[in-house]
């Protein structure tokens, strides 16, 4: 078993390299240059696989990413990898892997008595048999029992990136077709030419070529290529998507060829491909031919064949046999005899094949068997034998010729299928030659074109006959999809179960849906439904396909958007100095900001209640920074803001602010804050923190949209300033402490006042407005001098206790004053009568955004949920935002609790709400109801801490 | 993803834009004076087409600005990109 | 006595690789220019009153204040000296009268990255679908763009093959944080 085959001479691999790997726990021995695949058949594993159904002994089929068999976990723990196809990777030393959907092992798995049960396991068996009494009851068994690879358990060790990139020309695809293409289009130096392959190195399939012209044309199209500045290759990369507009996906494997621990930054890349024209050359893939036990290992496509023998230099087995339908194999098997390897016979269903086929074949003492048919196979882990019958000459059916031939390895062909997968998912539509019984293109709306095989340009006639599956014998053995474990009888009996749609179909037998996505399979299961429901393959239409056109790595598409990378994160200018003060963040929006600041072993909530204390009875500091900040500039500025605000924007006064609320046009609130009047044609908008850049847009929206002929301008200068919200009764001893040129008195300086001056000699803004209820100044100078500003006034508010305080405190203040927060207290239907602003509404004249909408029937609803104060009877009594008001007969929802804290400064809880019709309804008992708990509340003014609003004027 | 050509940035990718869905939709000109069934119309009432569509979209990441385009829904394709004033343009192509 | 003292964005921090290298530049003030009037018409009292020819999409104006970047129709940024923001402030003021025309010092509000090595482009096509290519992108040239899921000011300075990417300070630090991480093999 160990024994390593020897190479013949005119191999791609190093002949005299040694590469250790282990498959199956075992230690093996290949070459440089060799595949997993071609590795493992140089020492003569057999087995690969079990498939997925039944646990059939699986062999390998294909030589790349057709192969449906030997799909492997590569790799473990944070390494691994499971349904990696053994034909496409690299070997690489030390490399590790597994056959799947085995118990033990691949040689000797026990669930292979699955097989025994075939009867049972029909196509569609997940829906018909594991029925009682639910499919719940089998599930964990049948995923146990049938099942790819191992889904990894840790987080991958390896790093991916993405990359972008233009061209005026792709050509996907570097064999000889694609090199060609490429080489053309790359005369006009102009040009930018990208040329992409799958393979670990271009050439395609004339790197299983053993002719001489063959592969010194290859050789000197890739120098010529390397010479060329304007051609850009890509090996290793597969494109697996094809969008709108001509854009690509295709992931490069970068590292994967060194294994685990390559060293490399990243193992994988993924292209995103921007093109102005695309060329397809990607090939076509061979079909099996469909026959009673036609997926034994050692029955092998002769393209793969052909692969093994010239790439890898392998001499497969002591018996090859072909079966055919057209002419290609035939030249495979002569290519083999030119190199030394013994071709036993050729086996064709054609009763006639072209003669010089049949000459060269007699010449080199191949028997061939026209007019005949593979009706069996046997072997126990392999083919060992074949049942073949012969036409009857005079076609008298009850003439019967049966033989039985000694058979190693069995090549097989019957006919190809271009690979028009991407051309598919760019929208192209498919059209069936039936000359070949292939899919070629038919049209197309990108700019793309397809060349070579891909485009049924197969470089000689294939002279096939259609033979979709063999008659006359029963098909419940003749496999059709070898991942899926789909055969004949399993299209059969769809098609009599009145299953017509391909779609349907597909998806009723699976054919065509495992990790291959039919790369084999899908058109000989189109034959066969043709058959089966007496249609012909154009009628009966094809699927079409969908990316990715193979599996991608999940962490390809993640790139390096992982962890602190995952979104973009806004940091406020004093960040540190929160850091150093003890801050706990959390992400606000896109803001990381500080929540509160817990002393050594204080709990949040705790830290919270203090700092909302500390507020109300001393002073807190709180970085406001990332409050919006709009300047609104122009000579029709004014009249803009009178549009877009519901409240009164003509009679604000230079250095007066004024509250606004905000709607669209549906009359939905969408935004509040404090308008100042910086100068006549000149207005700072405060907008709810985070949200500057959305009143933006909205801003922008109706100027360019509809009002285009006002003058006006937006400036979003919210990270211009660094804000620092002083809150509290001595936050204007704290402040005037420091060196300013505004007169900060009481008497000077009033509520929703703003100066603009110098603080410690450099140009700052004050706004006194109040999100807490106490006397708050918020101070904004250049965001450069922000962290310095924090610094300075945690030091001289030091001995009046100034206490930093975050964002909860922030809304347990304003939720005791029961001051709206747009978003939290309202919701999609909220309007400003909901919220009592209906007076504001009547009077103002003029037309503004959203006006119309309050006033439809929707807007007039007496029971719309409005904004109201809840009061639990029972003070001990504790809710939380989400808690349902019951209607009186407890069927059905009247509102629901928006806000609610614990108030340290009452010791209540505190709540809001909307309830319907709730300002009708103030003193109203209700019931509040959360988590199975009821509890009477009543319905109150929201301002539940000093009403009289005297801390505000202190 | 598609792609777009921004008339002031040129072609950029789908991801830099907003779309504002339809355009030409006329504001009422005295929102005051209208039925509630012409306003409604107004804010709800929009195109569905298989084939051109005539909408807005943001270059919210480069120049911030709106422009119209016409894109045929069934292939995708772009096939006119017009300023915010002006009027669609008469396009061949695509399905109607 | 109390004094405020200046801070930049990233305090020094950097990406020091091979061939990429990102460090934060704090040569500059910048001043924002936003024309009330868009028109035609508007923009050509505005080039007169400037004396200048101002540049249009993805073009870099040099000029006596400093460099222009076009941001926006009608709407442009200006690299000045840093701390001379003031003085060209009113000095653009005074040559453009009071009214339609909004300026305003935007320094602070910004953050300025110098990137430079030869894999530049290469990973400045990894946070942005424009093309980096020198025909694309030659040096002299700006242009706006999603650049790691943000929206950016990129250009080139004429004759420099280094960019600079104008980004609000707020994602400052993340930014050196996308570049040490999509550079890892440079």
Redesign the interface.
């Known amino acids: 078993m160990n024994q390593t085959i020897r190479r013949l001479p005119h191999a791609r691999i190093e002949a005299d390299s040694t590469v250790e790997f282990f498959f199956d726990g075992r230690r093996y021995t290949g070459k440089k240059g060799d595949s997993l695949a071609s590795a493992l058949l140089a020492n003569g594993v057999g087995v690969v696989g079990r498939s997925f159904k039944l646990h059939r002994p699986r062999g390998i089929l294909g030589c790349g990413t057709e192969e449906p068999n030997a799909l492997v976990q590569l790799e473990s723990g944070e390494y691994t990898e499971p349904n990696v196809r053994a034909t496409l990777i690299p070997l690489y030393p030390g490399l590790v892997a597994k056959g799947q959907n085995a118990w033990p092992s691949v040689r000797f798995d026990l669930l292979g008595a699955v097989g025994l049960c075939k009867r049972l396991l029909p196509a569609s068996f997940y829906y018909k048999t594991f029925m009682w009494p639910n499919w719940r009851s089998w599930e964990w068994l049948v995923r146990r029992i049938a099942g790819l690879g191992t889904a990894p358990q840790a987080a991958d060790a390896e790093r991916y990136v993405k990359q972008n990139i233009h061209a005026d020309v792709v050509v996907v695809g570097a064999g000889r077709s694609g090199l060609e293409a490429a080489l053309e289009a790359a005369r006009d130096p102009a040009k930018r030419v990208l040329l992409i392959d799958s393979q670990e190195e271009p050439g395609g399939r004339l790197l299983g070529s053993p002719v001489p012209e063959e592969r010194s044309w290859l050789a000197n199209a890739l120098s010529e290529v390397a010479q060329r500045d304007n051609i850009t290759l890509l090996c290793r990369t597969t494109v697996n998507g094809y969008y709108d507009n001509n854009v690509l996906a295709a992931l490069e494997r970068r590292s994967n060829h060194l294994g685990p621990r390559s060293g490399n930054a990243f193992r994988e890349c993924f292209w995103r491909v921007f093109a102005g024209r695309v060329i397809l050359a990607t090939g076509a893939i061979e079909r099996p031919l469909v026959f009673p036990n036609n997926d034994r290992p050692g029955i092998m496509l002769a393209s793969a064949v052909r692969e093994y023998t010239h790439r890898y230099g392998l001499t497969l087995a002591r018996e090859i046999v072909f079966y055919t339908n057209n002419d290609s194999a035939w030249q495979v098997a002569l290519e083999l005899h030119r190199v030394g390897v013994k071709v036993d016979a050729i086996i064709d269903i054609r009763g006639a094949v072209d003669s010089a086929l049949v000459e060269g074949a007699r010449d080199a003492g191949i028997n061939h068997y026209l007019g005949t048919r593979v009706i069996n196979t046997k072997g126990r882990s392999g083919i060992r034998r074949l049942k073949i019958q012969r036409a009857p000459a005079d076609g008298d059916p009850s003439v019967q010729s049966v033989e039985s031939l000694p058979c190693e390895l069995l090549a097989i062909s019957g006919g190809w299928t271009p690979t028009l997968h991407l051309y598919s998912q760019s929208g192209g539509k498919l059209q069936y030659r039936e000359s070949d019984a292939c899919l070629i293109p038919d049209c197309n709306n990108q700019n793309i074109s397809v060349v070579g095989r891909a485009a049924g340009e197969f470089r000689g006639e294939l002279n096939l006959q259609c033979q979709w599956l063999t008659p006359d014998v029963p098909p419940e053995n003749q496999w059709v999809d070898f991942q899926y474990d789909v055969t004949a009888a399993d299209i059969q009996l769809a098609a009599r179960e009145n299953f017509v749609s391909v779609e349907h179909v597909k998806r009723y037998t699976t054919n065509g849906m495992s990790v291959d996505q039919g790369k084999t399979s899908n058109v000989n299961g189109l034959g066969i439904l043709a058959l089966a429901t007496d249609r012909e393959i154009p009628a009966v239409g094809t699927t079409r396909f969908r990316p990715p056109f193979h599996p991608t790595t999940i962490g390809a598409y993640a790139g390096i958007e992982l962890g602190a990378l995952y979104k973009p994160v806004h940091l406020l200018p004093a960040h540190k100095a929160h850091l150093t003060c003890g801050a706990s963040f959390d992400d606000y929006g896109s803001w990381q900001r500080p929540v509160c600041y817990p002393k050594p072993g204080e709990a949040e909530a705790a830290a919270i209640a203090r700092e909302a204390v500390a507020v109300r009875e001393a002073v807190g500091l709180l970085d406001y920074s990332p409050l919006g900040k709009l300047e609104v500039v122009g000579p029709d500025a004014r009249a803009f803001l009178d549009r877009v605000y519901i409240n009164n924007m003509v009679s604000l006064k230079h250095g007066a602010a004024r509250y606004g609320l905000m709607l669209n046009e549906a009359g939905i609130v969408i935004d509040d804050g404090v308008v100042v009047c910086l100068a006549e044609d000149h207005f700072l908008l405060h907008t709810t923190s985070g949200g500057a850049a959305v009143i933006h847009r909205h801003l922008d929206e109706w100027l360019q949209c509809e009002w285009t002929d006002l003058q006006v301008v937006v400036n979003n200068c919210t990270t211009q300033w660094a804000t620092m919200m002083l809150s509290g009764p001595k936050a204007r001893d704290v402040l005037q402490q420091l060196d300013c040129d505004i007169d900060l008195s009481r008497e000077s300086f009033g509520h929703m006042q703003y100066r603009e001056g110098h603080l410690l000699g450099q140009r700052c803004r004050i706004l006194r407005a109040s999100f807490t209820g106490e006397v708050s100044f918020e101070v904004s100078v250049p965001a450069r001098y922000g962290q310095s500003l924090w610094k300075i006034l945690m030091q001289r508010g030091a001995n009046m206790g100034i206490t930093p305080f975050g964002i909860e405190a922030l809304m347990l203040l304003r939720t005791e004053k029961g001051y709206l927060h747009i978003g939290a207290d309202t919701d999609g239907n909220t309007m400003p009568q909901d919220l009592g602003w209906g007076g504001a509404i009547a009077r103002k004249a003029g037309d503004f955004i959203g006006s119309r909408s309050l006033s439809l029937p929707v807007g007039l609803d007496a029971d719309r949920l409005q904004f109201t104060g809840l009061e639990l009877l029972d003070p001990k009594g504790q809710t939380i935002s989400g808690a349902h008001i019951l209607s009186a007969d407890e069927r059905t929802t009247n509102g629901y609790v928006t806000s609610a804290v614990h108030s340290p400064n009452l010791n209540r809880t505190v709540a809001l709400g909307i309830v319907a019709g709730a300002a009708q309804r103030q003193g109203e008992e209700v019931t509040v109801f959360y988590d199975g708990l009821r509890q009477r509340a009543r319905l109150v003014s929201p301002c539940a801490y000093d009403p009289e609003g005297n801390a505000l004027n202190g | ?3 777009i050509e921004c008339p ?3 072609l ?2 789908e ?2 834009f ?1 779309c ?1 869905g339809q355009s030409h939709i006329v ?2 000109e ?3 004076e ?1 039925s ?1 069934e012409i ?2 119309e107004y ?1 709800y009432q929009r195109e569905n087409p298989r084939g051109l569509h005539r909408e ?1 979209w ?9 422009f119209n385009v016409i894109r045929d829904t069934v ?3 772009i096939l006119a990109v017009y300023h ?2 002006d009027s669609a343009p008469e396009v061949s192509g695509g399905r109607e | 006595m109390d004094e405020l003292i200046e801070e930049t964005v990233l305090a020094g921090a950097s990406v020091q690789r091979k061939t990429l290298q990102v460090v934060e530049l704090a040569a500059f003030g910048l001043v924002r220019l936003q024309a009330c009037d868009r028109t035609e018409r508007g923009l050509a009292v505005l080039s007169e009153q400037l004396g200048l020819t101002l540049p249009g999409p993805g073009l870099v104006l040099d000029s006596q204040e400093g460099a222009w970047f076009w941001t926006a129709p009608g709407e442009w940024l200006v690299a000045v000296t840093a701390g001379a923001e003031e003085q060209s402030l009113s000095a653009l003021r005074s040559r453009l009268g009071s009214e339609g025309v909004a300026c305003s010092i935007v320094t602070d509000s910004h953050v300025v990255l110098e990137i430079s090595g030869v894999a530049a482009r290469e990973v400045l096509a990894r946070g942005s679908t424009v093309d980096f290519h020198p025909v694309n992108f030659p040096t002299g040239k700006c242009l706006l763009t999603q650049f790691a899921g943000l929206p950016v000011l990129l250009a080139t300075l004429p004759g420099r093959d280094t960019f600079i990417l104008f980004a609000d300070r707020s994602v400052g630090q993340y930014l050196i944080e996308w570049f040490k991480s999509a550079s890892s093999d440079c």
């Open positions: 993803m598609i792609r002031w940035c040129g950029r990718s991801s830099e907003t504002g504001r009422p005295n929102p005051a209208v509630d306003w409604a804010l807005r943001r270059h919210t990441y480069g120049c911030r600005q709106w292939t995708h394709e915010m004033t």
